[in-house]
């Protein structure tokens, strides 16, 4: 059982930067890749970014490459989520998502994530 909760959110202008953090319960928090998606007002919640259970592999969606940086620190059991040059667009609550792959087939899609976190809200302003 891993529980997670987020924070970090806020409200930042267009080109400002935010750094969420994802802090996990559990003793196998290391075993688990990790992920964010987000979810903007009447839109389906999206794939954003993961990284692997060591840390070595991450992955993003193409609208954030460049942008966004997923790392992992595992002593502490927690995730984040480094966000620059925000855009508008970024408006969302953001999630955190826990679960087990064996291959990268899946890992952008909800259904492979066990655990999720309860959300915080980002708000990018024009």
């Known amino acids: 059982q891993v529980e997670l909760v987020e924070s970090g959110g806020g409200l930042v202008q267009a080109g400002g930067s935010l750094r969420l953090s994802c802090a996990a319960s559990g003793r196998t928090f290391s075993r688990y890749t990790m992920g964010w998606f987000r979810q903007a007002p009447g839109k389906e919640r999206e794939f954003v970014a993961a990284?692997?259970?060591?840390?070595?592999?991450?992955y993003y969606t193409d609208s954030v490459k460049g942008r966004f940086t997923i790392s992992r620190g595992n002593a502490k059991n927690t995730v984040y989520l480094q966000m620059n040059s925000l855009k508008p667009e970024d408006t969302a609550v953001y999630y955190c998502?826990?679960?087990?792959?064996?291959?990268?087939?899946?890992?952008?899609?909800?259904?492979?994530?066990?655990?999720w976190g309860q959300g915080t809200q980002v708000t990018v302003s024009s």
């Open positions: 990284i692997s259970w060591s840390g070595s592999n991450t």
């Open positions: 998502a826990a679960g087990f792959f064996g291959s990268t087939e899946g890992i952008a899609t909800m259904t492979g994530y066990h655990y």
